[in-house]
């Protein structure tokens, strides 16, 4: 079967909207079929039996969830919970660190905004230091970067905390690099992989991270709100829950502290994380890795096109140490929020237009519905807007 009536099959197995030249994966994701399906069969029995799903069944659900998850990712189900979104992760993070005042968090300029705002709200509760250190522009090598980061470090570092694929510029980094590192120096690692499930393998137990959060719902595709935090067994006693609740001194204790602390905090709709072995399992019949490798490969070679049109330098050398599933490029914008609508409004793109800093990033994502048809759409989208309008300079 050709690459692409492999890709049209795929396509049919998605939910989203046939007028729509969707090109913004990363930002949410989106659901196939047959996994929302399951997400909705899980919510009906929440509803026909409340009580015996939250109490009883479910807890044995989120169990089967994180043993398929922690197989999925190399380690022990008992070393994640499952957290609604890597913002939440970050949030109990920080808020576990007992931090003083002159510690510093070491992170770089590339960061997401919302973790950001979330380390500069607890640093300055609690007068640590949040060091954003400069990354230089575009990335040469893994080496240069690791260099670059470094310059950050000081004797008050106490965590370093770096995107594995960063948001606005969709660049993959070099975290085992960092984290070994950073191991060296005896400090804590805290990883970002919200882009990361799906795109990256990963073998966490085997890996130099401390901690890691990442998305579900994201590549791995699963239901809104699905997301884990991974602590490594010798510093689960350290995390603090974000929400007390039954899990502290827990009447009917399990084996895990850490699991009694972030699982049971009250009532919610866990429906989302119970999806994640029927994500898993869509992933593998569909020869996952493989399609994966087909949509780098469709992002890389567009990418000198991209770049050209909006006048710009790639942000790194395209190839899969820094470039997978997301391509950005800066563009020449004073009215982004303008332009994100207008290329909804009057192209039907969906396609983010993000400022970072002082520059504003344009960022295309590819997942197995996606062809050259909707890469050439953007293309001549943006022809048109640059003669037509002044929105892109």
């Not at 950073?182 to 393998?201: C, M, N, R, S, Y």
Request: glycine share 4%; net charge negative; with cysteine.
């Amino acid at each position: 079967m050709t690459l692409y009536l492999i890709m049209q099959n795929l396509t049919q197995q998605f939910l989203l909207r046939d007028d729509i030249t969707y090109l913004n994966f990363g930002s949410f994701g989106a659901c196939p079929k047959p996994v929302f399906e399951k997400y909705q069969q899980f919510q009906l029995e929440l509803e026909q039996e409340p009580v015996q799903f939250i109490t009883v069944n479910g807890l044995k659900y989120l169990e089967t969830a994180r043993e398929a998850l922690g197989n999925y990712l190399h380690c022990h189900k008992d070393d994640l919970v499952y957290v609604t979104n890597p913002s939440y992760a970050v949030n109990t993070v920080a808020n576990s660190l007992d931090l003083k005042p002159g510690d510093e968090i070491l992170t770089s300029s590339l960061e997401y905004g919302a973790c950001d705002k979330a380390w500069e709200y607890f640093c300055k509760k609690t007068g640590a230091v949040y060091v954003k250190q400069l990354i230089s522009l575009p990335v040469t090598s893994k080496e240069a970067f690791v260099a670059d980061f470094f310059k950050g470090v000081s004797s008050k570092t106490k965590l370093v905390f770096i995107s594995h694929i960063t948001s606005s510029t969709g660049l993959r980094l070099p975290v085992e690099e960092i984290c070994a590192t950073a191991k060296e120096k005896g400090i804590l690692t805290f990883i970002d992989g919200a882009h990361a499930p799906g795109q990256v393998p990963l073998h966490l137990q085997a890996s130099p991270f401390d901690m890691y959060t990442g998305a579900c719902h994201k590549w791995m595709m699963a239901p809104k709100g699905s997301s884990f935090l991974y602590v490594k067994r010798e510093l689960q006693h350290m995390i603090d829950p974000l929400v007390v609740s039954w899990g502290y001194k827990a009447l009917f204790p399990s084996h895990s502290t850490f699991l009694d602390y972030h699982q049971m905090n009250g009532t919610r709709d866990y429906s989302a994380f119970l999806t994640i072995p029927a994500a898993i399992a869509f992933m593998q019949q569909h020869n996952w890795l493989q399609v994966a490798a087909d949509c780098r490969k469709l992002v890389q070679t567009n990418a000198p096109a991209f770049c050209e049109l909006l006048g710009a330098t790639p942000l790194a050398p395209v190839h899969d140490d820094f470039i997978l599933q997301l391509f950005s490029a800066e563009i020449k914008t004073t009215e982004p929020e303008k332009l994100y609508r207008h290329f909804f409004d009057n192209y039907k793109i969906e396609i983010p237009v993000m400022r970072h800093g002082d520059k504003v990033y344009l960022r295309y994502s590819i997942n197995a519905f996606n062809s050259q048809q909707d890469l050439d759409t953007l293309f001549t989208a943006i022809k048109e807007i640059k003669s037509k309008t002044d929105l892109i300079k």
